[in-house]
């Protein structure tokens, strides 16, 4: 597995196409910094930003739940603000966390 998303993000870092990248606005939690790192070598990105983190990007929490994708945790770049993040994007699209009436299981 780690030779595998070696490749990838080799394949991401030197294809020359513009792929879209992933900003997290202040993370708190480590592992889930990571399980995005993984989820974006999976699918051939590796450009996170992060805006103001809460955790460190490269604790043994995030490092382990990236399972293989460190490369893209390594070269995770920080940001002060939202804006600044995705100042040189031409379409960002969001998502939020918010809170929910209905119940989980």
């Not at 998303?5 to 480590?30: C, H, N, W």
């Not at 995005?36 to 805006?51: I, K, P, Q, S, T």
């Amino acid at each position: 597995a780690g030779r595998t998303k070696a490749m990838a993000y080799e394949r991401a870092t030197t294809s020359g196409a513009q792929l879209p990248v992933i900003v997290l606005a202040r993370p708190f939690d480590g592992g889930n910094v990571g399980s995005v790192a993984r989820a974006m070598l999976n699918f051939g990105l590796c450009e996170l930003r992060l805006v103001q983190p809460a955790c460190d990007p490269l604790s043994e929490t995030a490092m382990s739940r990236a399972c293989g994708a460190t490369p893209v945790l390594q070269s995770a770049t920080i940001f002060s603000s939202v804006r600044e993040a995705v100042e040189d994007c031409g379409l960002v699209l969001a998502t939020t966390a918010r809170t929910r009436e209905m119940a989980l299981p």
